[in-house]
């Protein structure tokens, strides 16, 4: 049997992708190792105030939850911009809000997870999801006593 190798992405994804004239995406990256540094009131300042500078570049944040160990957010972004530095930027501007994560290796895992939120599919019921992650974890009785959320940008499915 033959078996072509496919680097990169699958070709179809670039498809996919055009069919969309601003995508909507849902995204998740994490701390290494784990490490519970990010509920803070510096940190959630640091990505509000990125998420606010970064709207007339074409970064558009909606919703998002930042908990202890990784954050959750909504985002689209206009033609030219690509999620991998828009979310590079993310982690510098919050590593920096954090002092850097001196002293226990990497901040970071390397990547984040994504996916494209497609036609017709329910922005509402991720949030929902999303939204009850404190809950979940047992940080919270309640997801509005979470005060590590928000939504800087009102984002729809297209």
Do not use: C
């Not at 069919?19 to 990505?47: E, M």
């Not at 709207?55 to 959750?72: C, L, Q, T, W």
């Amino acid at each position: 049997m033959n078996r072509t190798k496919f680097p990169g992405k699958p070709r179809r994804l670039k498809s996919i992708h055009s069919s969309y004239s601003s995508p909507l995406f849902f995204v998740t990256f994490v701390t290494g190792n784990r490490r519970r540094i990010l509920a803070s009131n510096s940190v959630h300042d640091a990505f509000r105030n990125f998420a606010r500078r970064n709207e007339v570049s074409g970064i558009a944040v909606g919703r998002y939850v930042i908990m202890p160990d990784h954050v959750h957010m909504f985002v689209r972004l206009d033609d030219g911009l690509t999620l991998s530095q828009t979310v590079r930027l993310i982690k510098r501007t919050v590593s920096a809000a954090v002092g850097g994560g001196a002293g226990k290796g990497s901040l970071w895992q390397r990547g984040f997870f994504d996916h494209l939120l497609r036609h017709g599919e329910s922005y509402a019921e991720k949030w929902e999801y999303v939204e009850q992650n404190p809950v979940r974890a047992g940080l919270v009785s309640s997801a509005e006593e979470w005060p590590y959320q928000g939504e800087v940008v009102k984002l729809t499915v297209d």
